[in-house]
């Protein structure tokens, strides 16, 4: 990618968000560039989705601005370099709370011992000076990052963490320094330094952000696992010559080789040779899959026994896997209603914790316990220490990344992350027949011999041989039929197509007829003693295919796109789940209350014309239901779009998939009921976590400011305080990533 060119998204990596409020400044100051149309920047992943028509070069000065730092996301990141990277800044973390905490500790267990001199003292002259200059070295150290932020961010006059942070253990050594100097002027009570405290704070929220991001680093697991499928190298025939070049290297058209237990390296068709293909990681179907000449595989996927050559028709971007992974990714970027309202509660957090602070300090200055001023000086700091909105800036986003990781593992594609959330509120659940409850192609369902002259396999051979042919889906799936029984098909002469009735033809010197009963008629064949054969046969929505030799009827041949094996259970698990479930189709009302009714579906809407779908899914919704809709075919689309959530089996059309807001890839209905079982598990998950942050700082600030002193005589310490901030935020990613383990079935 050319970053100076303009493009309509661009992902950016963003480095040094540490809450919510850097969320809004970041998507505040990018939605003011020119031509930038929607912004969505993930707190739990550290990066941003900006879409529009932007030079990306504006994009990133434009972060930098705000006082971040940002480069492009391109291409697939080499999962190990991301896992180095959280490691590098893991460890980083660590080292400034170490520092931090190790200084603090020995002030603080030298305070304990009272072994640290009189501030009036000769000793304490020399010392404490001594004590503030090494204390400003320890918070530069370990907390620079902060107050670089919080000086960018006062230039652009918003406020953040480390605003709070800043003014916390800045004020705390801007205090201390005073007590030092005018330590004679102070009543004894007040004659105290809380050096220890500012660095024992910046300890605990560098050990937090450590263990957040140890965290958060295991959230992205699915998308690793899923970049790691690729691999960096295939080998190609060039001029009849097998080399191995870099899969950036693989040209469309490029011919390539496959070994067994090799992985494929991008998308294409088979040439030559067979074999089956392990396709769960990317499907979740653990059965592999048989290809042959002709059969699509896919990249990242595992061969597993013989080798074979196919063509390259998707590389780089274009490959499944890769589209894949990039909808996953703006998924997890995505933005559900329950999050928008935790952004406007934090946009506007941090101004008023600052005001309770201020309050907090005149309050106890004017009518607290001597001495008031430290009183006043060490509630007001506690406050700002505590406030930190970290959790819930956290609060949606991790939850909302581990439940889409989750589900790519289990072979759904969550494309939005309103979908996410809505997925659990459906009422009503409209089902397409074909493709969707059925196969979506018909198949040779059973072979009835009239004639005792003739068993099924000579039944067939005839059949087939006659429409071997063909181009009718009926034809081909009797074709198909023959094939898997490894039939040889015999010589046809005088072939004879009737549009509408069927084909005859001469084998092996004798008239054969294949058709429907119109066909039979005409040829004065008699049906008298099959016509209740054919009437139940249409009943039960399939197709019957009379079959007559020298005007004699041998066979009856039913052919039915039958229903997938999984179907009527996933609509049991649908009933159970409190949906109502309509099956809507453009068949006619026969065949679709046939398979309705293998299905266990109830309510049926047949022969509906393709733009009366979305007209369906419209009324129920104007009745108050809310819609999930589930389809695979271009028919499909405008209920896919027009439904609350919108499911495509991945085993459709382009235009279904990205019309939906779910795609299921392995096209089982029961991983339907699985993305409803997860959006309400991930809802939950989330209500937990905000209720959690809401109850943490609505709780904490009252007793940081004091008001548990009157009654208990009891202050918060700072460095408690701390402590607390940083470990909401580690209880909030811990619960979000309750998610990873808990059972979907």
């Known amino acids: 990618m050319n970053i100076n060119t303009t493009q309509d998204e661009v992902q950016l990596s963003i480095l040094g968000m540490r809450c919510a409020g850097c969320v809004s400044a970041i998507e505040g100051a990018l939605t003011n560039v020119a031509g930038v149309t929607s912004v969505s920047v993930n707190f739990a992943d550290h990066n941003a989705l900006i879409r529009g028509n932007a030079e990306v070069d504006l994009l990133i000065k434009t972060v930098k601005e705000a006082g971040f730092d940002a480069a ?298 001597e001495p008031a001023v430290s009183y006043a000086f060490v509630t007001s700091m506690t406050v700002l220490v505590i406030a930190c909105p970290c959790a819930l800036g956290l609060a949606t986003p991790i939850s909302v990344m581990v439940a889409v990781g989750r589900a790519a593992q289990l072979g759904i594609l969550i494309r939005k992350g309103d979908a996410l959330q809505t997925a659990g509120k459906i009422s009503c659940l409209i089902l397409d027949k074909t493709g969707t409850v059925t196969q979506g192609k018909p198949v040779l369902s059973s072979i009835k011999a009239l004639n005792t002259n003739y068993n099924s396999d000579q039944i067939l051979q005839l059949a087939a041989s006659i429409e071997v042919g063909s181009e009718h889906p009926l034809a081909a799936a009797i074709v198909e039929a023959a094939e898997n029984r490894q039939l040889n098909l015999l010589k046809v002469e005088q072939f004879e197509a009737q549009s509408g009735f069927g084909v005859s033809a001469i084998l092996n010197n004798q008239q054969v007829a294949l058709g429907n009963k119109a066909l039979m008629d005409a040829s004065n064949i008699d049906l008298d003693h099959v016509i209740s054969d054919l009437e139940k046969l249409a009943s039960q929505g399939q197709t019957p295919i009379l079959l007559a030799v020298d005007a004699q009827l041998i066979a009856i041949l039913s052919i039915a796109d039958s229903i997938k094996a999984d179907s009527a259970g996933a609509v049991q698990r649908f009933i159970n789940q409190g949906l109502r479930v309509i099956m809507v189709t453009g068949d006619n009302q026969m065949t679709a209350q046939a398979i309705a009714q293998q299905a266990g579906i109830t309510e049926i809407k047949a022969q509906v014309l393709p733009q009366d779908k979305a007209d369906i899914v419209k009324k129920l919704q104007d009745h108050g239901e809310i819609v999930g809709m589930v389809g695979d075919g271009i028919n499909d689309a405008p209920a896919l779009a027009q439904a609350d959530v919108g499911f495509a089996i991945g085993t459709g059309t382009d235009v279904a998939i990205e019309s939906a807001d779910i795609v299921i890839l392995q096209g089982s209905l029961l991983k339907i009921a699985e993305v409803i079982q997860l959006s309400k598990i991930t809802v939950t998950n989330i209500k937990q976590n905000l209720l959690g942050a809401f109850f943490y700082n609505t709780l904490s600030i009252p007793v940081a400011a004091g008001m548990l002193y009157p009654i208990f005589g009891v202050l918060l310490n700072p460095m408690i305080a701390g402590a607390a901030m940083a470990m909401s935020s580690l209880t909030v990613v811990s619960n979000a990533n309750r998610l990873r383990w808990m059972k979907i079935d």
């Open 72 to 369: 492009v996301m391109e291409g697939f990141e080499d999962p190990e370099i991301q896992e180095q990277l959280e490691l590098n800044r893991y460890y980083q973390l660590i080292k400034k709370a170490t520092v931090a905490g190790v200084f603090g500790a020995f002030l603080m267990l030298a305070d304990m011992m009272d072994l640290l001199p009189d501030m009036t003292s000769l000793s304490g002259r020399w010392f404490w000076p001594e004590m503030a200059l090494i204390t400003l070295a320890v918070l530069v150290y370990s907390g620079w990052h902060f107050y670089s932020g919080a000086i960018k961010s006062l230039q652009l006059r918003q406020a953040n963490m480390d605003t709070l942070i800043t003014l916390g253990t800045g004020s705390a050594w801007l205090f201390s320094c005073v007590v030092i100097d005018y330590s004679d002027y102070l009543p004894s009570l007040a004659k105290h330094a809380y050096f220890e405290a500012a660095v024992v704070i910046l300890a605990f929220i560098n050990l937090g952000s450590a263990l957040e991001t140890l965290a958060r680093g295991k959230t992205s697991t699915a998308i690793r696992q899923l970049i790691g499928l690729q691999p960096r190298t295939a080998r190609v025939l060039r001029e009849g010559i097998e080399i191995d070049i870099p899969i950036e290297q693989v040209g469309l058209g490029e011919s390539i080789r496959i070994r067994p237990g090799e992985k494929i390296p991008v998308d294409g068709v088979l040439l030559e040779g067979f074999s089956a293909v392990d396709e769960s990681m990317l499907t979740g179907e653990s059965i592999p899959l048989d290809k042959t000449i002709g059969s699509e595989v896919v990249a990242g996927t595992v061969n597993l026994s013989g080798s074979f050559i196919f063509k390259a028709t998707r590389i780089g971007r274009d490959t499944a896997l890769a589209q894949i992974i990039k909808s996953v990714k703006q998924a997890q970027n995505s933005k559900p209603e329950i999050a928008r309202l935790a952004d406007k509660i934090s946009g506007i957090f941090v101004p008023v914790v600052v005001g309770i602070s201020i309050i907090t300090f005149i309050i106890w200055a004017l009518i607290g316990p």
